[in-house]
Nanobody
């Protein structure tokens, strides 16, 4: 499975961005996908995940502001982000795994978000 993120950029506080993650390869085997954030000097953290059949989870800071979704026909994962603030700054990475348990196996290169 290959993952390619896009949609990052610089935005003022309070603004919005929509990130996309295009998946290719054996995407039918993917069970869970997620968005992670890597901020400078901090550990990578999960932002939001989506499983099969569409169960979502969010980190506390993302609840009410971010929405994760998936278009299976396009093999694309999205993260709609609103009300952005400086703490949302970081490299956003898309990840996928084949099972509901275990570590994420497939990772994209990331797309930078700067607020």
């Amino acid at each position: 499975v290959q993952l390619v993120e896009s949609g990052g950029g610089s935005v003022e506080a309070g603004g919005s961005l929509r990130l996309s993650c295009a998946a290719s390869g054996h995407t039918s085997s993917v069970n869970c996908m997620g968005w992670f954030r890597q901020a400078a000097g901090k550990e990578r953290e999960v932002v939001a995940t989506i499983g099969d059949p569409g169960t979502t989870t969010y980190t506390d800071s993302a609840k009410g502001r971010f929405t994760i979704s998936k278009d299976n026909a396009k093999d694309t994962l999205y993260l709609q982000m609103t009300g952005l603030n400086a703490e949302d700054t970081g490299m956003y990475l898309c990840a996928a795994k084949l099972h509901t348990y275990g570590e994420y196996t497939y990772w994209g290169q990331g797309t930078q978000v700067t607020v």
